[in-house]
Every structure is written in C-alpha cells, then in structure tokens.
C-alpha cells in the first residue's frame, strides 16, 4: 500500500488497531524518502519540512517516513477542524506494522506517545524533542507559566493579548516575531492550532512503553526552563537516555551535532 518514495495512506487502517478515530475523514499522508531502516516522523505545530529539514543527510542510510498530521497538506482537516492528540494516535497506530524508530516534535509527542503505549512492542525506539507534557512536573512553577501562555493561544489564536503570544511564539521557534505585524506563515499557523485540545488534557501511559524496554531518547534545546524541567522528568519517567542540544531553539534537529547525535542512539539499538 505504500511505497518508499511518495505519499501513502494510513487514517483508514485506523479502526484494525484497535482504536477508533471518531468521525475521521480520509486518510493522512505519509512521505517515504530515503534508503533502509524506517524512521518515523511526526511533527507538531510547525510543517513537517520546517521540522524535520536537517535530517535530510539520514535519507543516505535510512527511509524518513514523514508524517502530516490532519489539517497540514495534503492530509486532511481534522474532524471539526480540531487537532487532538487522540486523533492522532489513531492515525498513528497503524504505521507502527514495520516497527519504526520514532521521531516526534512538541505536540505530536503526545499522540505518539498514546499510540506507543497502545503498542509498545510495535515501536523500535522513541525520540521525542521538547513535549508540552506538563502533568509530569506539576507543580514547577516555570512550567506552569509555560502552560498558561500555550493554552491562551490556543483558546485564543491572534485574539489573544500580543505580548503574550509573541512570547509563546518565540518559545515556539517561529520565524519573524518582532514587534510589528507577525509574518503570514506565522500568522496561518496560530490559525490552525486555535481551538486545539490543550495538552494538560493529555494521559499517555508511560510505564508501559518503560517495562516494554522501549529504548527511548528525550532531547531539548536549552531555551526555555519549563521546557528542560519536562524532558529531565519525562527521561526519568521512562529510564530514557537524555540530549540537550542548545544552538536552535525549539527546533532542536536543527542543532548542531544532533544528526550525529540521533544516528548513533539509533545505531545503538540491536
């Protein structure tokens, strides 16, 4: 059904993993490039090009199999125009057949994080950069803060007051963010995540992907101290090993010595 260049489908195997996408429409896309292994990407906010451009030197040795979450071409809207990391689980589940190593940015951690503790034996490794899992450190007032200016843009989207979502885009990495009128790119983003689920709704079980013996990587970008504070305690969570690559903010493939980094944890792994 798929092929190592392309797209291919996957939203409507959904319901043969054993966990129904409500109301889902069509399939999403998946991008296969490259040659050997297959890594799995899976983006957040930002566009999978904008994610996941450095890795392009990978695409020698393994197959990027890069994911587009519902709402970001050519996959489809989400239902209700609503991103929602159970939905994303859903898409997610049915390309773990192959085994995937895992790759996943800041909100699409949180999918695939649900969808590897559905099925841990299914997940050759996880790699998950920069989460808003903020329930495992409750409590840190860092990253309370860090929660509070995430969930009032995305209640709010560019409604919402312009100090406080420009510092929430610049924790976010987003290009151009001064004082003037934000770029359109930036601006058709915070569109799209208004009305998202909030991450602090999230639930992933975490001990089942750790006594699976999941070989699991947690990295950072050494920006923002909310943002530390989650990836020390999620690596401690799941006894993952722990990268903090400072050099480009929240996106941290984009770090140097990341690739490197990244090739050898995977490498690692029999």
Not at 251 to 268: D, M, N, Y
Request: proline share 10%.
């Amino acid at each position: 059904m798929s092929s190592r260049k392309g797209l291919s489908p996957a939203g409507d195997l959904a319901a043969r993993a054993g966990l129904a996408y409500p109301r889902a429409v069509g399939a999403i896309a998946v991008r296969r490039e490259g040659h050997g292994p297959e890594i799995l990407l899976v983006h957040g906010g930002a566009s999978p090009d904008a994610t996941w451009g450095a890795l392009a030197p990978l695409k020698a040795r393994w197959t990027l199999a890069s994911v587009h979450r519902r709402g970001y071409s050519p996959s489809p809207p989400p239902p209700d125009g609503r991103q929602d990391f159970d939905g994303d689980a859903a898409d997610l589940l049915p390309l773990l057949g192959s085994r995937p190593h895992v790759v996943a940015h800041s909100y699409g951690v949180l999918g695939t994080l649900i969808a590897a503790a559905e099925r841990p034996a299914d997940v050759g490794s996880l790699t998950l950069i920069e989460p808003p899992l903020y329930r495992v450190v409750a409590g840190d007032p860092e990253t309370e803060r860090l929660e509070r200016l995430g969930d009032l843009v995305l209640r709010e989207g560019l409604d919402a007051d312009p100090e406080t979502l420009r510092a929430f885009l610049r924790i976010a990495g987003a290009p151009g963010v001064g004082d003037g009128p934000l770029p359109e790119a930036v601006a058709n983003g915070v569109r799209r995540a208004q009305g998202a689920r909030v991450p602090g709704e999230a639930r992933p079980g975490l001990d089942p992907i750790r006594e699976a013996g999941v070989r699991s990587l947690v990295a950072s970008g050494d920006h923002t101290p909310g943002l530390e504070r989650i990836c020390d305690a999620l690596a401690a969570a799941l006894g993952a090993e722990r990268l903090v690559a400072p050099g480009a903010g929240h996106f941290v493939v984009a770090a140097p010595g990341f690739v490197e980094r990244l090739e050898r944890f995977l490498l690692a792994i029999d």
